[in-house]
């Protein structure tokens, strides 16, 4: 097949996009606001007309498989959607009604897997670590969540639950996740959690990217940052321990902070079971599209 088409699936915006197979060149892109709040069914009619509408303006023919980035995933046995902070999916038989709305063929995969996939073919590891065999892609965000690739494939696991170290324990009696299970890695350090900690301290209410920036004048912001750190350090060192990666790349709104990769090293580095920590923290190069170009690539004949 000569085109690649995949749609990311967001909380707020739903994007596609249709590239080139032999290039990998975009040919087209567009977004669009998700109708989270009119119920399952338009989300799944809106991304069956965004398909339609790209096929007309971009004169191509309807794909026969689309690539689909969606947060939470499939339930191997049920069939049925879970683990998604769209909670209109969850239970639902999501991947089913998707090939029955579009009337296509869908491949299916969790969005920060597809954040992995796109980064280690597309982004910032083909530029600044080529040798990398095994590559964990981080979303540090409003969630927690994570993908492995390796020797450029996707690793889903037995449960399709590969990489997500969002929910490992880290706080005993910590917060409830929404989950259902206490003091996971996401309540402790996602964008919300640390906004909500800071509100605690300090009495007012402040974006993370302002308490960051605010952390050589106020206490509270530097505790702030300092636990944020400290916790990812600690959080993350159960993975290397576990997969030793080449490279980790930091995506989400919270990846955005410096301090993290002038910081974050030393830290991971404290509760790894080595002397030293190498492994380079890198930031990602396809902004919130890598989304919709790692559904797209999920196409790709052979995969
Ligand atoms: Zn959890």
């Known amino acids: 097949m000569p085109y690649l088409w995949g749609v990311d699936l967001g909380g707020t915006k739903t994007e596609i996009a249709?590239?080139?197979a032999a290039s990998l060149r975009i040919l087209e892109r567009h977004r669009a606001a998700t109708p989270v709040?009119?119920?399952?069914?338009a989300l799944l009619d809106n991304m069956a007309?965004?398909?339609?509408q790209t096929a007309d303006a971009a004169g191509l023919p309807l794909p026969d498989v689309v690539g689909v980035a969606a947060p939470g995933m499939k339930d191997f046995r049920t069939g049925l959607h879970k683990n998604s902070n769209t909670t209109a999916l969850n239970g639902r038989p999501f991947h089913d009604d998707l090939m029955r709305v579009l009337g296509r063929k869908v491949i299916l995969e969790n969005d920060a897997n597809c954040f992995a996939l796109a980064e280690t073919r597309l982004g910032v590891i083909p530029e600044f670590c080529p040798e990398a065999r095994v590559v964990f892609g981080v979303i540090l965000g409003t969630g927690v969540g994570g993908g492995l690739v390796v020797n450029d494939r996707l690793v889903r696991g037995a449960h399709g639950i590969a990489g997500e170290w969002g929910h490992n324990p880290l706080e005993e009696d910590g917060t409830l996740?929404?989950?259902g299970r206490n003091g996971c890695v996401e309540?402790?350090?996602s964008g919300p959690a640390l906004e909500q900690r800071y509100l605690a301290q300090s009495g007012h209410a402040l974006k993370l990217v302002d308490?960051?920036?605010r952390t050589s004048t106020d206490e509270h912001a530097r505790d702030i940052i300092d636990h944020l750190i400290e916790s990812m350090g600690r959080a993350l060192a159960v993975v290397v321990n576990i997969l030793d990666p080449d490279a980790i790349v930091l995506g989400g709104g919270v990846g955005n902070i410096e301090a993290l990769y002038t910081r974050g090293p030393l830290a991971i580095a404290r509760y790894v079971f080595n002397n030293r920590f190498d492994t380079p923290?890198?930031?990602p190069r396809l902004g919130d599209s890598a989304g919709v170009l790692g559904a797209a690539l999920l196409t790709e004949p052979g995969r």
């Open 18 to 20: 249709v590239m080139e």
């Open 281 to 283: 923290l890198l930031r």
């Open 49 to 52: 007309s965004m398909i339609r």
């Open 211 to 213: 308490i960051a920036g």
């Open 187 to 189: 309540t402790v350090i």
């Open 177 to 179: 996740c929404y989950c």
């Open 37 to 41: 709040s009119k119920g399952y069914d």
